[in-house]
């Protein structure tokens, strides 16, 4: 496992757990980059960096952009999103390895591609549960607003500084579980416990 194979990891998971926030903005930050020369792809991946794969993730992101500034829309969307997420998230991680066994190669993007997507997907989902229980989900834009920043932000940051995007999502994670697990699990059972006869 040499350094540019570490690297090209660290690369493709910071790029998979983006994915988490917005299924298509990762992609479609990898294409540009790879298409302009930042960025090397795994051979068979090459396609991405392609005017058509271009064209096809960029109607998809705004598609995608527009369709969670609903409300009502956007809970509908987080059921198809999160299996998408997990998706692309492989095909980011698995897009950037380019010195390994396909085995190897597809074990790495299934594990750790899959499951930084997956992970930030679930805390992408608790965190806009919360804000419709809280606010009647007229706070649910706003969050989508954040979402897409983390994912453009997190996109272009797992390009240039990987290891820093890798631990500010653990920290994102970290702050989105426990918060929403203080309201709707702690919280609850409190309130419970309060309304329990004595």
């Known amino acids: 496992m040499t350094l540019d194979t570490l690297l090209a990891a660290g690369i493709g998971i910071g790029l998979a757990a983006a994915c988490g926030f917005r299924v298509f903005v990762p992609l479609l930050v990898a294409s540009v980059a790879a298409r302009t020369g930042h960025l090397p792809l795994s051979p068979e991946f090459s396609w991405l960096a392609s005017t058509p794969a271009l ?68 805390a992408t989902v608790l965190t806009r549960l919360k804000s419709a229980a809280t606010t009647g989900g007229l706070a649910n834009p706003f969050v989508s607003a954040i979402e897409l920043v983390g994912s453009v932000v997190t996109s272009l940051l797992a390009i240039v500084i990987p290891a820093l995007v890798i631990l500010a999502v653990l920290v994102f994670c970290a702050f989105a579980f426990r918060a929403t697990g203080f309201v709707f699990g702690r919280r609850a059972a409190e309130s419970a416990s309060r309304g329990a006869p004595r």
């Open 55 to 122: 064209v096809a993730l960029a109607t998809a992101t705004a598609l995608e952009i527009g369709a969670y500034s609903v409300p009502w829309l956007d809970h509908l969307l987080d059921i198809v999103a999160t299996p998408a997420a997990v998706v692309a998230g492989m095909v980011a991680s698995a897009s950037m390895l380019t010195n390994l066994p396909p085995g190897v190669k597809w074990g790495v993007a299934l594990i750790a591609g899959g499951g930084a997507a997956g992970i930030v997907q679930g």
